[in-house]
């Protein structure tokens, strides 16, 4: 049993806003030093998997930098590795209108007749898990494709993108999309397992019958008439999902919650690029609490209850509080900052005042001054 990964890099951008202007949504800035695709692809590597495509369509200059070649996750191999999908290998240049459509764009590299089975992952999903046991019982329950889903808390307010209802083997009795979840359902988490022959075929057939979404067109379709099995793995550890600004605000500061870092960080290690930065500084009159400081800062001011990545200057006088300030931004003196999203390479220059809500945070765009 040989299995691939596929990661789609870009399939969400247009739900985080302003921060996916210039970026995917899998090299999107997450927790002081990491990026969203760290987690998958930490994910992937550790559980064995070492054939991994990157299905990406723009903006992903940065998401190239990041990744270099891949030691860092120790997928730099001489027969297998990381290998980028940009556009240009299927001559397609428009937005992707759903994941069958980026499929297709791959199908070339997932038809490899060495492996037997496809990982199919999101990146704005973040979890630490080990796909081994979840391939074994996907193979073990004879389904056609197996979705990796938790529970969720019940919240009428919130539509899933994929919600199952499943009987106590895990075999799926029903399949909906964009629908609020229960107590009884599984959500899913963007994860799929699939046999490679029939993930191929399926994507064949979708492209000559016009059909772009994965979870409606292909799971939900051939479901519902009786061609499709489906099976449910459940996670049971920490799950944490970037679908919008709001969920992104709110997992950053998750983290500052000691059981929300184990969850996340606890089980295996979660790999990132690494930078050779100095420590940071801790200034005679700083006061920080409760905050998560990545290397290279320069902090003489106030910060509590925030995340801070790499090359951070706070000022004298500064005070910042439960907000994300990303890559090299100044801070300037004596500026207030409360529930903000800072961008990199930003400038808050002195005496400025920016305050918004955990609902409605200040987004600053990377590379202003303010």
């Avoid at 994965?214 to 449910?232: A, M, W």
């Avoid at 929300?260 to 790999?271: M, V």
Wanted: aromatic share 8%; proline share 3%; glycine share 8%.
């Amino acid at each position: 049993m040989k299995a691939m990964g596929i990661i789609f890099s870009n399939i969400y951008d247009s739900t985080l806003g302003e921060l996916t202007n210039h970026r995917t949504v899998a090299s999107l800035p997450f927790g002081g030093r990491y990026r969203q695709i760290d987690f998958i692809l930490s994910n992937l590597s550790n559980s064995g998997i070492y054939k991994v495509g990157l299905i990406t369509k723009y903006n992903y200059r940065s998401l190239m930098d990041h990744l270099g070649s891949a030691a860092d996750w120790d997928l730099r191999r001489k027969n297998e590795g990381l290998v980028i999908l940009p556009p240009f290998a299927s001559g397609n240049t428009g937005v992707y209108k759903g994941k069958l459509e980026a499929l297709y764009s791959a199908v070339s590299f997932i038809d490899n007749p060495y492996y037997d089975y496809v990982v199919v992952c999101d990146t704005t999903v973040l979890c630490n898990i080990d796909f081994k046991p979840a391939i074994e019982n996907h193979i073990k329950s004879g389904a056609d494709v197996t979705v990796i889903s938790n529970r969720e808390l019940n919240d009428n307010a919130k539509k899933h993108p994929l919600i199952i209802y499943a009987d106590k083997k895990g075999k799926a009795e029903s399949v909906l999309v964009d629908s609020p979840s229960d107590e009884l359902a599984y959500v899913g988490m963007g994860m799929f397992i699939i046999k490679r022959q029939l993930l191929v075929d399926a994507i064949n057939e979708s492209h000559s019958k016009g059909y772009v979404h994965f979870e409606k067109d292909y799971l939900q379709r051939h479901f519902n008439d009786g061609t499709l099995k489906i099976s449910v793995y459940e996670f049971k550890g920490t799950v944490l999902r970037n679908e919008n600004i709001k969920s992104y605000y709110a997992n950053n500061m998750a983290l500052l919650q000691e059981k929300t870092r184990n969850g996340l960080f606890g089980k295996n290690p979660i790999y990132t690029k690494v930078r050779d930065e100095m420590p940071t500084y801790y200034g005679e009159g700083s006061k920080i609490a409760n905050c998560i400081i990545a290397d290279g800062c320069k902090l003489h001011g106030e910060v509590s209850d925030s995340i801070l990545f790499r090359d951070v200057t706070v000022n004298e006088g500064a005070q910042i509080k439960g907000s994300i300030i990303m890559q090299g931004t100044r801070v300037g003196k004596n500026a207030k900052l409360e529930c903000v999203i800072i961008d990199k390479n930003v400038t808050v220059t002195e005496n400025a005042e920016l305050k918004g809500t955990p609902e409605h945070p200040v987004i600053v765009k990377k590379g202003e001054t303010v």
